[in-house]
């Protein structure tokens, strides 16, 4: 099993914010894009989610998100977040999403639906769909948001973490531990663990705090992504678990 992960996913997954914002600002349209498709996976659907909470229809929200991650791109407003020290990016973002809801994409619906363009079409199918089966139809858009938000997060972190297992061969091996990643209190049985990996409890108990403690830097780097320099990460953490509780 990898001892660390930050090696692995080091080229692909920016460790800061403020590596993900100077790659949007960078000269080369490949680091660019690869930096926008970043941010649209961690904000996609939480934004999209906001919106249809703000009671918009599916086709309104999907250009309201569409139009305003256009919007960041062209205008290079994300870049300059690192001059004005605007704290979370989650914040930022809600934030001139909710201005951008209020007046520029009021305007822009008298133009052509998408105006032509289009980021990350994949996103736009999914997102209504996951939306669909989505609890949470007694919250404010904004608490809706961020628990959104947490989910994703948590999800870019199993994503990641699936992804090392299956680089050195040993899905089973993650399928068998992805249990002990469970925020509902459940309890883990070693027993079935240690006879599907075919090791004794006592080791079964190792790998599952190996394993976790391997997820919790992925997640640690994911959430790391989206502060600033005077945010704190363990803060940031725990609110995010509280919110994949059901806070």
């Known amino acids: 099993m990898p001892e660390s992960s930050e090696n692995a996913s080091a080229s692909a997954f920016p460790p800061t914010r403020w590596s993900l914002i100077q790659s949007l600002n960078d000269a080369t349209e490949e680091n660019r894009q690869q930096a926008m498709a970043q941010l649209c996976k961690l904000y996609w659907y939480p934004l999209y989610a906001y919106a249809r909470k703000r009671g918009l229809t599916k086709p309104d929200a999907e250009d309201l998100t569409q139009g305003f991650f256009h919007r960041l791109l062209a205008n290079e407003s994300l870049p300059k977040i690192a001059e004005r020290d605007q704290g979370k990016l989650r914040s930022y973002l809600l934030t001139s999403m909710q201005h951008y809801l209020t007046s520029d994409w009021r305007k822009a619906t008298a133009e052509k639906r998408g105006g032509g363009n289009t980021i990350l079409s994949l996103e736009t199918e999914d997102a209504e769909a996951r939306y669909a089966v989505d609890p949470g139809t007694d919250q404010d858009p904004e608490h809706y948001f961020d628990q959104r938000w947490a989910s994703q997060t948590f999800e870019n972190a199993v994503k990641r973490l699936r992804h090392e297992y299956a ?81």
């Open 167 to 247: 680089l050195g061969g040993k899905e089973t091996m993650f399928a068998a531990l992805e249990p002990a990643l469970s925020l509902g209190g459940s309890r883990l049985d070693y027993g079935d663990i240690a006879s599907i990996l075919e090791i004794s409890v006592g080791a079964a108990r190792t790998q599952v705090t190996r394993f976790r403690k391997q997820f919790r830097a992925l997640l640690r780097e994911e959430i790391a992504m989206t502060l600033g320099p005077e945010d704190d990460i363990e803060d940031e953490l725990h609110y995010l678990q509280h919110l994949l509780i059901g806070g």
